[in-house]
């Protein structure tokens, strides 16, 4: 069996000689270039499995390697070696297309975790370069870019932002970054920022110690240590607290938690992935959300569009959707008519698919004969106006009536799209919380 072979590019003798000693314990083949122009001439005529390049070389820099690699030699990964400390040196080379990075001195252990991690994209099978997942349905432009970019994106371990709407599928995007790549043998492990009380944050993310604080009556591994190995998913991150984003930043930088009550810090190999339905520029520009921590998730941003944008995707979605609920129920498929799917098209959908799904399993639930008429989706009754953007007077018998109604649906709306979150929901509405506590309780929604 042929052994994989490793392309070292650094000037400095000694750093070449380290590094082929450990990686030649690994049972790797290593061949070295003490510059760009050797680095391309060796390139030239092997191949390789992996490269590590130094940032500053003789004539030239790190970076025009490593875009010279991402363009000629697209399936090799290659990773930065930098100073310490020059963390925007290291986005930089992520930006670039650099699989990972490491700082000098150079860590062993670390250097370790990152060759076998890299090693391993050659083992993942081609088939894994599909969507693994059938719910990210579309043949529209929007959605073929959004699987090239996913493929691409699975083959490094940069940091992903995913900014989309609620119910647009983020979660679903960063699995399948996850199933693509060298990890996906390892574990996913999805957070929603939003959902955990903050005096429990520290010790759910970092874990604790028996006895580190009432309650504790046995050690506890946090959510970093849960995600060794493999990726992190921080859904709606932008409800993280100020003071957690600084406890955030420092173990994502120092790849290291320290347990809530510990003495020793674990060492960390987890892909940092975060998504948020909210405009995370935004929140850093109103000082509820640190820039410093958004510099170091948002190195790569993906975006993943709206229903709205693709409305071409409506028909594939609606049939695999009906497909699922009737073989979950046994009974046989609904079949929508033309005028419902027209209605379907030409509706917003600010819920996106997630909204979709719950409107074809409410309609499907409904309808007769096996036919979902534009009748059986309730689109009437979503808020929406007649065609002049007024209510028709007709058919409102009291007028306090017909607002409570409106407002009970948005808030169920908001509610639903922030899956129950209050204070985010509150705030999507524009509401204070206390505002929004005081309607919940008026219109009777628990």
Excluded at 5 to 19: A, G, M, N, S
Excluded at 97 to 123: C, H, I, N
Excluded at 306 to 327: G, Q, T, Y
Excluded at 386 to 393: F, Q, R, S, T
Aim: with cysteine; charged share 30%.
């Amino acid at each position: 069996m042929n052994r994989q072979k490793v392309l070292i590019i650094d000037d400095e003798p000694d750093i070449r000689e380290l590094l082929e000693i450990t990686l030649g314990r690994m049972k790797l083949d290593t061949h070295s270039a003490r510059n760009v122009k050797e680095a391309r001439d060796i390139l030239g005529r092997e191949s390789f499995d992996l490269c590590l390049t130094d940032m500053r070389l003789p004539d030239g820099s790190g970076i025009e390697l490593v875009q010279h690699i991402q363009q000629q030699y697209p399936t090799t990964p290659v990773a930065m070696i930098t100073a310490f400390g020059s963390l925007d040196t290291a986005i930089q080379a992520l930006k670039a297309g650099a699989f990972d990075y490491l700082t000098k001195p150079v860590d062993l252990p670390r250097l370790r975790e990152l060759v076998t991690t890299a090693l391993r994209l050659s083992t993942v099978p081609q088939t894994a370069a599909k969507p693994a997942d059938h719910r990210l349905l579309g043949d529209s432009p929007p959605m073929r870019t959004l699987r090239s970019q996913i493929s691409k994106l699975a083959r490094s371990q940069a940091p992903v932002y995913i900014s989309g709407e609620s119910g647009s599928g983020k979660e679903l995007v960063a699995r399948l970054i996850h199933q693509q790549g060298p990890r996906a043998d390892r574990p996913f492990i999805p957070v929603n920022c939003g959902a955990i009380p903050t005096e429990l944050m520290e010790s759910e993310f970092f874990g604790h110690k028996k006895g580190s604080f009432t309650g504790a009556i046995e050690d506890k591994q946090g959510l970093f240590q849960a995600a060794q190995g493999g990726t992190l998913f921080l859904d709606e991150v932008a409800d993280l607290p100020l003071a957690m984003q600084v406890k955030l930043l420092r173990a994502i930088q120092e790849k290291a938690v320290r347990p809530v009550g510990g003495q020793q810090e674990i060492a960390l190999d987890v892909r940092i992935l975060s998504a948020t339905h909210k405009d995370l520029a935004a929140e850093v520009a109103a000082n509820r959300f640190r820039q410093d921590l958004f510099y170091r998730l948002n190195v790569i941003e993906l975006r993943v569009p709206p229903l709205r944008e693709r409305r071409e995707d409506i028909a594939e979605l609606c049939n695999v959707v009906l497909k699922r609920l009737a073989s979950e129920s046994q009974q046989d498929p609904a079949h929508l008519t033309d005028e419902a799917l027209a209605k379907l098209k030409s509706y917003r959908f600010p819920g996106n698919v997630r909204e979709l799904e719950n409107m074809l399993e409410r309609a499907y639930t409904l309808c007769e004969d096996n036919q979902i008429k534009p009748s059986d989706l309730r689109l009437a009754d979503t808020g929406q106006s007649n065609g002049n953007g007024d209510a028709n007077l007709a058919t409102i018998d009291n007028l306090e009536d017909y607002l409570e109604e409106i407002e009970r649906k948005l808030i169920m709306q908001a509610l639903e799209e922030t899956r129950w979150n209050r204070t985010a929901a509150a705030e999507r509405l524009g509401l204070s919380f206390r505002s929004m506590r005081y309607r919940l309780k008026k219109l009777g929604i628990d």
